[in-house]
């Protein structure tokens, strides 16, 4: 649009940074105060401190927390990109009515309120005596985070061209050959991306965690849900750091492993 | 006849989440109209009982500022990156993933490290003498709104970013040089033409923040009670199935009306899918 020195376009410029400043700030303030040397929630004056650190990865709980959700979260991402992937090829493939009908219902646990789908998952694993278990967890996580491997793996899929796959199929190659050395290669980076988003969405999920985990499975955001309402301890600032650290490595790592692939690029630009 | 074989890379997961999540998810639908007995008496309660009243209202109220604050500032941020050169644009469009990446738990938890009773804005307040009593920003309906607007922010930024970038750039330039001013050009061109991303937005917050769980329930402080929260102390405390079952039914309509809506002019997975 014209007049871009203008007054106006200057207020807006600024508007839009102090949004974004508002956005991401207060999210990284738990990075100051896990450094206070204090034994309550602060910022440090004079110096730093390590010591809420040495209290996270020095306490059975903690440590014991995060191993949890690390086991967890990798069970559910490798559960649902598997389960997720061969869905999305077989949808993209038989591509009808009835086809894209299913897509929408698999994509509901994205839809319904994490609220529900605890309630809903409370009940079943009360029944088949799932509840407080490693399996229970992982199954709901990767049920709620096959809809990420299904909408990223669809989008690499629709760069991907259907004669390539046609022609490995006429030339005598099996279904899982087929697979195996013509669509997994060129959808990799897609799949790659929906693995990632479920090991993050199941590495931060406290809703469904707090029905059907109690006792035994106490994953790192359970930990931390208890010490946000205790609200005193700086070691749960340690822990927020641990928990978004892992989350920002795990999509650097995506962006990186899928940099210079082609059809990534065009996945991301949408 | 080979399309069968297709079928079999659907099923595992289509079996899955109908035993699993699906048909357990009608169950609960099932249980408002049967629990403790069959009947339509969980829904009376609506009419009779001034406390769940109250926390419809209140879902309601929260949910509607939370869409007109959110979907507003995300205007401004989509308006800026739609319209700036393309390296400033990736360096907004960082700002605004890393937030929406940022675990809903840490946020909540920053928020009430900064805006506590003893929290850091407070202290820096009294220190400089600008109020001498602490105030009080969590732990009620101000603390839930802060929160949940940040939350929401960048899914409204996405889908106004996707309808802004989409508009020819000429109609405006059109409007420019027959002499309108930059205001009428935007007020009687630039925003009609991007209703459907402010009606996009809208509805995707609105549906995101009727189930909103952590943030009232922290930054609320037991004194903003939501209807997620209250069905969470309805089925972990009380055991009152009928009633949650009845408002996640409430609930469950609401978010599935709204959804299908909003897909009628957009596709769903292009919303979720800016994520990447």
Redesign the interface.
Known sequence: ????S?M?WCF??A???L??????L?????LP?SLTPER????PKDSMSLRHYANLFSSDEWISSIFQSLVIACGAAILATV??T??A???W??STRF?EA?R?????????????????????WVKLGLLDSYLGMI?AH??LA???V???V??ALANFDPKLEQAS?NLGAA?PTTLRRVIFPSIRPGIL?GAV?AF?LSW?E??VT??IAKFRVFTL?RR??DG??E?TDPT??AA?VV??VV??TA?LLSVLLSRGRAPAAE??E? | MRLNNYWLLVAPLLLLVMALYAWPVINILWLSVTEPQAGLQNYEKLFASSSLARILWTTLRVCLLTTFGAVLAGYLVAYMMAHLASGERSWMLTFVLVSFWVSVLVRAFAWLTLLGRNGLLNGALISSGLTDEPITFVRNELGVLIGMIHYMIPYAVLPLLANMQGLDGRVMSASRSLGAGPLVTFRRIYLPLTMPGIFAASILVFVISLGFYVTPAILGGGRVLMAAEYISVQVLVTLQWGTASMLATLMLGGVLALMFTLSRFMKLSEVFGAKA
């Open positions: 649009m014209n007049g871009r203008s106006g807006g410029r508007g839009a940074w949004v974004l400043l508002f956005l991401v207060p999210a990284l303030i738990a105060v309550y929630l602060s910022v389960l997720g061969l869905c090829i077989g949808l493939r038989i086809s299913i929408a219902l698999l994509l509901l646990p994205l839809i319904i309120p994490p609220i529900i789908s605890a309630m809903a998952f409370y009940r079943v199954i990767a049920i096959a809809p990420m299904l909408i990223t669809s989008a199929r279904l991306a988003f993050i931060d406290i809703v707090l029905f955001p931390m849900w946000i309402r609200n749960v600032a927020a928990l978004i989350t920002l999509l996945t991301k949408t």
